[in-house]
C-alpha cells in the first residue's frame, strides 16, 4: 500500500501563513488570528472575505499572494500538525510519500528540512499550482494499485471518487469538513498522530 501525505494543511499548519499574507496585503492591523479562521472557513474565497470585512481587494492580489505563500519569510509561520519523530519512522517504515502543489520547489525543500521532516527527494511529489490536479495525477501518473491520500482540501476532496483512492480527510486545513454533507466518501481522522499509531 502506499501512502501519500498532502503537506500543506495536513502535515503543516498553514493558518498563520494564509492569516498574515491576507493581512499584510490588504493592510490590515486588527484582525485577528482566529476571526480571520472563522471568516476564512465560513466565506472560503478571500473576495467573499475581503467583503465580509468591508475591504475592497486589489485586482493584482491573487498573483501577490500567489507568490508571497511560497516566499521563506511566510512559510516559517508553519508549524508541525504532527509529531516529526513519529512521522519520519512512519515515513521510513513505509512506502510513504509527500504530495503538495508549489511552484518554489527550493523553498519547500528548505521548508521540509528546517522543520525536521526526513523525506527523500523522490519521495516528494510537486505539482505546480496551475498545472494539474492531484486527482489528475493519480490518474495519469499512479501506477500502483491502490493509494491511501490523506489531505484537508478541495484538492484531496475531488479525489473522492477516484477508484485508485482511499481518501482520509482531516479537518485542519482551508476545507471546513462540518459543512460537508455527504461524508461516506472519505474517512475523517481527528488527528493525523492517531492514523499513523494505528498503522505503525
Known amino acids: 500500500m502506499d501512502y501519500f501525505f498532502d503537506f500543506d494543511g495536513t502535515v503543516v499548519d498553514l493558518w498563520e501563513r494564509f492569516y498574515h499574507v491576507f493581512c499584510d496585503l490588504n493592510g490590515l492591523q486588527n484582525l485577528s488570528l482566529e476571526d480571520y479562521k472563522r471568516i476564512k ?3 472560503e474565497k478571500d473576495d467573499l472575505v475581503a467583503k465580509k470585512l468591508g475591504i475592497h481587494i486589489s485586482e493584482q492580489y491573487f498573483n501577490k499572494k500567489r507568490d508571497a505563500l511560497e516566499q521563506e519569510y511566510y512559510l516559517f509561520f508553519d508549524k508541525p500538525l504532527v509529531n516529526v ?3 519520519n519512522s512512519f515515513i521510513k517504515m513505509n512506502n510513504s510519500y509527500l504530495i503538495t502543489k508549489r511552484n518554489c520547489v527550493d523553498n519547500l ?3 521540509i528540512k528546517r522543520l525536521g521532516f526526513e ?3 523522490d519521495k516528494i511529489i510537486v505539482l505546480e499550482s496551475n498545472n494539474i490536479s492531484k486527482n489528475e495525477w493519480f490518474e495519469k501518473k499512479y501506477y500502483g ?3 491511501i491520500l490523506v489531505g484537508d482540501g478541495k484538492e484531496e476532496y475531488n479525489t473522492r471518487f477516484n477508484g485508485k483512492v482511499d481518501l482520509y480527510m482531516v479537518n485542519t486545513g482551508l476545507l471546513n469538513l462540518d459543512t460537508i454533507v455527504d461524508c461516506s466518501c472519505f ?3 481527528e488527528k493525523l498522530d492517531h492514523f499513523i499509531i494505528e498503522r505503525m
Do not use: Q, W
Request: net charge positive; aromatic share 16%.
Open 119 to 121: 523525506v527523500e527527494l
Open 109 to 111: 525543500y528548505r521548508e
Open 145 to 147: 494499485e491502490k493509494a
Open 85 to 87: 519523530k513519529l512521522f
Open 187 to 189: 474517512k475523517k481522522i
Open 41 to 43: 472557513r465560513e466565506y
